[in-house]
Structures are given as structure tokens and as C-alpha cells.
């Protein structure tokens, strides 16, 4: 399965010191003790939250801080508590120990809370240590250290989108256009000998404070008899059996001089014998390497296309991942494809 990681480091309040303070009154010449003890520091809590569906956001910002308790005061005044922190997680995280590598916690539900790291607890003031024999207490003690971690987060993607394609379409190259991953690229077939996942950032839709993201696989390309295990692409088919979508790269122009509309056949022909699942997934064409015909020739192969494939209402665009030519469009029409419910019900956490 697919792994997104990465590392956070914690750190829970300290815990403020205890004071030292004797009472001056005018009527009262050796007034008590009235030193407060510390606030105790913030801790750290992890909490499960359904808005989030990658860990991306944590390598921008791995650092929690908790902040520490005040110290206590004179007149018995107790220092302020430090303010927690909480580390919004998404569901399905699994919560590792960096160091030892023990497993700590998962976090699956919406609102579940972990408390990973315990502020330190506030020292006490002269006040606490009054006793019948010591009137005048000169001792206090100093806050406790807030807890220290260093964690390992991972959770399980389940592809939104997957491409397919045969050996040479442009997957892996596609990948890249649309997201952060480097998987090989090489103009041989089999390149991509097992799958790669990208996580693909839309633009956001309203002032660009909202993340739109979509998780693509790429898997080995797909050669006519992959469904009864030739090549590479049977056994990753079982990869793309729960994204939402396929998009199926065509090359305009394959170099081993086969048609582009032959291509899209066999690979219809590859899916529907190994699952009736696969090929009723929503599809978009793509006419990719739309670099290599000009300009003016690309309506007219479009709709030669068209007219040479009964598409049934399918989506078909033409792209190119190396130029990134159409790739934009391409991904908001995943995105509308895919609608706003896909998660979290093709996300099956653990
Ligand atoms: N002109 C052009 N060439 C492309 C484009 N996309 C990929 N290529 C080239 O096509 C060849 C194959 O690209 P890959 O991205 O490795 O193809 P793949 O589908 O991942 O191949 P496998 O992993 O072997 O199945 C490479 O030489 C790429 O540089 C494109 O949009 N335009
Ligand atoms: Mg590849």
C-alpha cells in the first residue's frame, strides 16, 4: 500500500516555578509566607480530523510547542497554565514512537483526542511548605520540564486517481506534471516497475485558503494479456480496483508504430477481463504527448478520435505532461468527476 510520511517534533510547556514571597503588612511585622506555586505547562494532543486527507501539510511545519506555565506570584497568586497545543491529524494516522519505533497510538475517529506529551507540572511556592515548626519557609521548587518527542506519522492513501496506459504512454511523466513525486522516466517500456503515488494540489476555489488535493497513482503499463498476468500490469491492477477514477494515457504518436485508437481498445479489453469493477470506473481519455502535433492539427485529431471510438459519453482531452499542456484542465475535471463526497468513503483508515 501506499505510505505518505513524515516527521513531527513535540514539545509539551514547563511547568512554572514556584515563588518565594513573604507577606508585608503594616500590623503583621513577620508576615506568613504567601509565595504561589507555578502554572503547569501546556501538553500536546493529537486529535483526529475528517477535513484533512494527507499529512503534506507537516513538512511546511513540523514543530508543536505547548507553552510553558508562569510562575507563581506573591499574595498566593498561582501562575497561569500554559496554553496546549493540538495537532489536527487526519483519520487513519498511525502514530509512531521516532525513536524506538514503538507504536503509540492510531487516530480514526473524528474528534478522537491523544494526549502524546504532558506539560510539565508548575513547582510549588514557599506557601506549600508552612508548617507548625517552619513559619517562615525560604524554600520553593522549580517547574518540571514539559515532555520531549520525536514522532514518526504515517498514514495509508488510497489513490483517488489512477493512470493507466501502456508501457511508454506517459504515466510517470504525467505524475510529475501534476504533483511532487519523481518516479522514473525513460523512454523504454517498464520503466515504472511498481506503483508510485503523487499527491496533486488544485488550486484553491475561493481565495486560495482552501486545499483541494487528489492522490494519483501511477502503475506499471499495461500490455495486451496483463489481466491474465503478462507483463508487469496484473498484479498492480488490484492497485487502481478502489480509486475513484482512471485516467487512461493514450500516445499520439507510439513510437513501436501502433494506432492510438488500437491502444485504447486493448487496454478497455485488459480491464474488463480482469474485473467488471475496473471498467465501469468513470474514465478520461487522454490524448497525451499533444506536444508533438501542432497547433492547428489538434481539434481535428481530437475529433478524428472521437468519431473512430464510440465513447459513450466518456471524457476525452488531449495533454502533455511534458509540456504541461491541458494538465490543469485535466486535474478540475478529476476533481468534478470525483465530486465533493469521494472522501471519506473511499478511505478506509487502518
Ligand atoms: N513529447 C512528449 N514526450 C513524452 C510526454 N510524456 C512522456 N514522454 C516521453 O515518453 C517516454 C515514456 O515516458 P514515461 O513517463 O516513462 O512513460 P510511462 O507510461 O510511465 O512508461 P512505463 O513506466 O514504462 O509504463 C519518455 O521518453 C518521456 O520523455 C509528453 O507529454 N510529450
Ligand atoms: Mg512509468
Not at 494532543?45 to 510553558?68: C, E, K
Not at 510529475?176 to 517500456?189: I, L, T
Request: charged letters at 20%; a positive charge.
Amino acid at each position: 500500500m501506499f505510505l505518505d510520511r513524515t516527521t513531527i517534533y513535540i514539545s509539551a510547556g514547563k511547568g512554572g516555578d514556584g515563588c518565594v514571597s513573604l507577606r508585608h503588612e503594616k500590623h503583621l511585622p513577620k508576615g506568613g509566607p504567601d509565595g504561589g506555586d507555578g502554572g503547569d505547562g501546556g501538553s500536546v494532543v493529537l486529535v483526529g480530523d475528517p477535513s484533512l486527507d494527507t499529512l503534506l501539510g507537516f513538512r511546511y511545519s513540523p514543530h508543536f510547542r505547548a507553552a510553558d506555565g508562569r510562575p507563581g506570584m506573591g499574595r498566593s497568586m498561582q501562575g497561569v497554565d500554559g496554553a496546549g497545543s493540538e495537532i489536527p491529524v487526519p483519520l487513519g494516522t498511525l502514530i509512531y514512537d521516532a525513536d524506538d519505533g514503538t507504536l503509540i497510538a492510531l487516530i480514526e475517529r473524528p474528534g478522537q483526542r491523544h494526549h502524546i506529551a504532558r506539560g510539565g507540572r508548575g513547582g510549588f511556592g514557599n506557601e506549600h511548605f508552612k508548617s507548625a515548626t517552619n513559619q517562615t519557609p525560604r524554600q520553593s521548587t522549580a517547574g518540571e520540564p514539559g515532555g520531549k518527542l520525536t514522532l514518526r506519522l504515517e498514514l495509508k492513501l488510497i489513490a483517488d486517481v489512477g493512470l493507466i496506459g501502456k508501457p511508454n504512454a506517459g504515466k510517470s511523466t504525467m505524475l510529475r506534471a501534476v504533483s511532487r513525486a519523481s518516479p522514473k522516466v525513460a523512454d523504454y517500456p517498464f520503466t515504472t516497475r511498481s506503483p508510485q503515488l503523487g499527491i496533486a494540489e488544485l488550486p484553491g476555489t475561493q481565495s486560495g485558503d482552501q486545499r483541494r488535493r487528489l492522490v494519483v497513482a501511477d502503475i506499471p503499463g499495461l500490455i495486451e494479456g496483463a489481466s491474465r498476468g503478462a507483463g508487469l500490469g496484473h498484479d498492480f491492477l488490484r492497485h487502481i480496483e478502489r480509486t475513484g477514477l482512471l485516467l487512461h494515457l493514450l500516445d499520439i504518436a507510439p513510437a513501436d508504430g501502433t494506432e492510438p485508437v488500437d491502444n485504447y481498445h486493448a487496454i478497455q479489453r485488459e480491464l474488463a477481463q480482469y474485473s467488471s469493477a475496473l471498467a465501469g470506473k468513470p474514465q478520461i481519455i487522454v490524448l497525451n504527448k499533444i506536444d508533438l502535433v501542432g497547433e492547428p492539427k489538434r481539434q481535428a485529431y481530437l475529433g478524428r478520435f472521437k468519431e473512430a471510438v464510440n465513447l459513450a459519453g466518456g471524457h476525452l482531452i488531449a495533454a502533455s505532461g511534458m509540456t504541461g499542456l491541458g494538465v490543469e484542465g485535466m486535474l478540475e475535471l478529476c476533481w468534478s468527476l470525483l465530486g465533493k463526497d469521494r472522501r471519506p468513503a473511499w478511505r478506509t483508515p487502518t
